[in-house]
């Protein structure tokens, strides 16, 4: 089968590799029939994930139908259409009892798919520990509005419930890219009772004024001073990074007020600079780092429910064949890209 691999720092290429078999009891092959490409494939690209191992199969964005499963499988057999985890994780270590599945201490626990084993940019994927991996897709739901599920709408969706947001908070989100956006979808459901959208990018500044009328944006230049005359306390409430630029990560702990949650989902590619001397008596709360995401069954019920809809970030559509004009598209943000759709015919 077609499989979009990593070969090298810089490099993705298509080989030709088997369909995967189950090898653990607990390993599903599920046959791919939509994904997607993240921004974290152009970080495996541009080598600064150092985990992820050459001559992977790339991909950890997609849905699909399960092909076969393990003995010891049970949560949902050959047929079943699914949404697929980018992380895998074991349901039974320290972390994953605590909802931590990031951390999962398992050999392959974590970002695993499509980083240190082969991922979903191909036609047929293995899934280890399968029922914690894999969720059911609702008959009203179509793969279309299920693809981000599984990591990008997970982020935002994590990343909403970290920070802690309540009906009184302003809150500021930074970056209107794809985690942005479903960072933002999430929290319209907590009802805070401003949102502030930072962006500078005018395609995405319109798309945030064309979809989410409600929602306020400003831009990078003059986000310190928007926060400070739409905020009653000096600055937001919570902050939740999700841009990754050069500058962004000192825009959010600015932007927020004392005593905030700023949250960081971005990742980003330099070191960042934490001045602690410059912040002293600020007392903020930092949360950082990568998704747990072991929320799928409830997403994908709000998704059935109308309560999040992604399908407007899809903004492009190609076969897996034509997976390097996609990657093109994306990697260079051109013709407005927010999220492509790669489906396998
Ligand atoms: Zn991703
Ligand atoms: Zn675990």
Redesign the pocket.
């Known amino acids: 089968m077609l499989a979009y691999t990593y070969s090298d720092k810089n490099t993705f290429t298509f080989s030709d590799k088997p369909k995967p078999t189950i090898i653990d009891p607990d390993d599903a092959v599920v046959r791919v029939t939509m994904s997607s490409i993240c921004s974290s494939d152009l970080h495996i690209k541009h080598g600064t994930v150092p985990r992820a191992i050459p001559g992977i199969t790339i991909g950890h964005e997609m849905v699909g139908i399960v092909e076969s499963v393990g003995s010891q499988v049970s949560k949902v057999k050959s047929g079943d259409r699914v949404t697929v985890n980018v992380e895998t994780?074991?349901?039974?270590?320290?972390?994953?009892?605590r909802g931590f599945?990031n951390n999962?201490?398992?050999k392959n626990?974590g970002w695993a798919l499509g980083c240190r084993i082969d991922g979903g940019q191909t036609d047929f994927v293995r899934v280890p520990y399968a029922d914690n991996g894999l969720n059911k897709i609702p008959d009203n739901v179509s793969d279309e509005q299920a693809l981000f599920v599984g990591d990008v709408l997970a982020t935002g969706f994590w990343a909403t419930r970290i920070s802690e947001i309540t009906e009184e908070d302003t809150v500021l989100i930074i970056g209107a890219g794809p985690t942005g956006i479903c960072t933002l979808l999430c929290t319209m459901l907590k009802n805070p009772a401003k949102i502030i959208v930072c962006e500078k990018n005018r395609d995405r500044i319109s798309f945030i004024r064309n979809h989410y009328p409600d929602v306020s944006v400003c831009e990078p230049e003059n986000c310190k001073d928007y926060i400070l005359n739409n905020s009653a306390h000096g600055g937001a409430d919570v902050v939740i990074e999700a841009a990754g630029g050069n500058d962004t990560f000192r825009l959010a702990w600015e932007c927020a007020r004392p005593n905030a949650i700023v949250t960081i989902v971005a990742l980003y590619e330099e070191d960042q600079m934490l001045p602690l001397p410059k912040m002293y008596g600020k007392n903020l709360t930092f949360k950082t780092g990568g998704v747990d995401g072991c929320d799928c069954d409830e997403i994908l019920s709000l998704i059935a429910n109308g309560k999040i809809d992604t399908t407007p970030l899809i903004t492009h559509r190609f076969s897996l064949t034509d997976i390097e004009k996609a990657y093109q598209i994306f990697e260079n943000r051109l013709d407005g890209v927010i999220k492509i759709a790669i489906t396998n015919d």
């Open positions: 994780f074991c349901g039974d270590c320290f972390f994953c009892k599945v999962c201490t398992d626990g």
